[in-house]
């Protein structure tokens, strides 16, 4: 099995939502783990209610540094937003990596029901894009 770990900034909800599609849809192929540069205090509480309405339970992520992964093997590291990418590491083992730019539903504004409708959006976007890309790469 192939291990990845995906980078954003806050660790809340662009890489805690890949890394539980990853999980979800790719067990078996690729397993993953996520980590932000600055890492929030939580995940967000709707990027986890958006990923429960496509079955895939996030609640129990918690936001972590990107120096506690540094040393263990991947096989691909993928940033998902430009500050995790110019920001990323020095893994000291040899890695691919793989940049794909999401906004951060973060970020959003409005009603609960248009933020929701940005993380929907953001969500649908890592599942059409980053995962295509996995299942190419094995």
């Not at 790719?26 to 309405?53: F, H, I, Y």
């Not at 959003?108 to 599942?127: M, N, P």
């Amino acid at each position: 099995m192939k291990r990845v770990l995906v980078l954003c900034t806050g660790n809340s909800c662009r890489s805690q939502i890949a890394e539980g599609f990853i999980n979800h849809l790719l067990a078996g192929r690729w397993e993953a783990r996520s980590a932000g540069t600055k890492p929030a205090e939580r995940v967000n509480p709707l990027a986890v209610r958006v990923m429960a309405e496509v079955g895939v339970d996030i609640g129990h992520g918690r936001p972590g540094h990107v120096d506690a992964y540094v040393r263990e093997p991947w096989d691909l590291v993928v940033t998902v937003c430009d500050s995790a990418r110019e920001s990323c590491p020095w893994f000291p083992r040899p890695v691919e990596h793989l940049h794909v730019n999401f906004d951060d539903p973060a970020g959003a504004t409005g009603s609960e029901a248009d933020r929701l409708s940005v993380f929907r959006r953001v969500r649908d976007e890592i599942r059409s894009r980053l995962l295509p890309e996995l299942e190419a790469r094995g």
